[in-house]
Each structure stands twice: as C-alpha cells, then as structure tokens.
C-alpha cells in the first residue's frame, strides 16, 4: 500500500510480497479488504490502548499541559506503530473499515467521558460523548491537513491540541456545574 497506494493492493500482490502462497491467505481471509481490515483494527487497537494509559496520568492540577502532552505522545506512538496517511487513506476507500473507525471513535469518546468524569465535569453523560466525538473529529482533521498539504507538519497536532483544550474547558467549568444545578 504505502509502495502503489492502497487501489494497487491484491490478494496476489500481498502472497508475493509476504512470500506465502495466495491460497494459504485465503485460509485466513476471504479477500484483501478483510487483510487490511484486520491490520487496520490491530492498529487501532494499540492507539487506543496507549491513549487510554496516557489519560490515566492525567490529574486535575495542570490537565492541559498533561492532556498537551498525551495528545504529542500519541501521535508519536501510532506514527511509530505504522498507522500512517496510507492505513487511514484505506479506511476512505473500503466500506468494511467503516464501522472499525466508527467504534474505534466511539471508543475514544468514552476515553473523554471518563477522563472528563475524573477531572470532575458535572455535565450528563450524553454531552460528554458527544464532545468526545467531536474531539476525535479533530484527529481526521489532521489527517485531512497532511493529506492536502502533502506534509506531517506538527502545527496540525498543535491545533489540535489548543481545539480540544478549549473545547474540553467548558465541561471542566465550575460555572457551568453551578449554572446547571440552578436549571435542576
């Protein structure tokens, strides 16, 4: 994928490049969607787990510069782990990744409910995933920026990073739990 993009992917072409026999793969998977499926999943997964380890570090005193940090350290990570422009790119083009990236999302937001809930956020639950999902919006909107920049330009991640921050702020205000417990 990353050598004739994600189009020039087969099943043939993934038996040649591994050296296993093409009928030995379809043993394991019906097609080369189900290949980059599961590569794509396994990816995903790992992301997660360290965003999740990540988010366990961080305390109430000083959660920008801690949440700042875990947002850089992920990046970092799932770059390393190979989850790059050409995975994501195939998420675009086969329907079956579809749903991996929408729980995968959905995953990340309740990532956010729960670390919102620790720091002390006082809004309904339904709020604070709806938030998470936004938040994760904002790491296709750096994908979306290096694909038409044609660059891994870091002042994606930054922006990123001062987006969710001053989204999260709302949730964490002590205004706002007063504000809400006068509308009770």
Not at 85 to 94: G, H, L, P
Not at 110 to 122: F, P, Q
Not at 125 to 132: M, P, R, S, T
Not at 155 to 176: D, W
Request: glycine fraction near 4%; charged fraction near 20%.
């Amino acid at each position: 994928m990353r050598e004739q993009g994600v189009r020039a992917v087969t099943t043939n072409a993934v038996a040649a490049h591994s050296g296993i026999k093409v009928g030995s793969i379809y043993d394991y998977f019906p097609n080369k969607e189900a290949i980059i499926a599961e590569i794509y999943e396994e990816k995903l997964a790992q992301v997660r787990s360290f965003f999740e380890s990540g988010f366990e570090e961080i305390e109430a005193d000083d959660w920008q510069m801690q949440l700042a940090t875990v947002i850089r350290k992920t990046w970092a990570y799932q770059l390393s782990i190979g989850l790059d422009r050409t995975i994501v790119d195939a998420a675009y083009y086969y329907e079956a990744l579809f749903p991996i990236a929408q729980q995968h999302a959905r995953l990340i937001a309740s990532n956010y409910v729960r670390l919102l809930r620790r720091l002390g956020s006082c809004w309904a639950q339904e709020q604070l995933f709806d938030l998470g999902i936004s938040l994760y919006t904002l790491v296709n909107a750096n994908w979306s920026y290096w694909r038409l920049t044609g660059t891994d330009d870091e002042i994606a991640i930054e922006r990123q990073i001062v987006l969710t921050i001053m989204l999260i702020t709302p949730a964490l205000s002590a205004a706002e739990c007063r504000e809400s417990e006068l509308t009770v």
